[in-house]
């Protein structure tokens, strides 16, 4: 029974908390499942856990409409993304407040835009996921 109640929350909640992978996003399961295992382990009775989990859920999808129409609360709840690397210059003090370091840089230049060095990368940004995106240069057209 556990189970299908908590397909349905997850339907309520919406694809996106698993799909984002944000903190956002990942606060909301790691809280499911705490409160959750309550119930299936009955430290706690089934009724009221699956009536918190359902506030939880509803709580978390209307955050995340209000975020669609009200940019700043979008920011404090999802947060923003930082510029690494512009104009050939890698960006130390956004680095350093992202807790990065030059050799983090790299490895996502290797992974994301395979290459091995900062040459063709226009710029690299951490996203609010906390993934990093490279934009590469574009061939100049002739």
Sequence with gaps: MLYFVT???????GTRTFGKKSAFDNIVAIMLGAVLSRALVGASPFIPTIGACL??????RILAMLSIYVKGLGRIIKGHETVLYKDGKILNENLNNSLLTDGDLMESVRLNANLNS????????????GQLSVVTKQPAEE
């Design 7 to 13: 397909i349905l929350l997850l339907r309520i909640s």
């Design 55 to 60: 506030v939880l859920v509803i709580m978390h």
């Design 118 to 129: 900062l040459d063709k990368v226009e710029q690299i940004v951490m996203e609010r996921s």
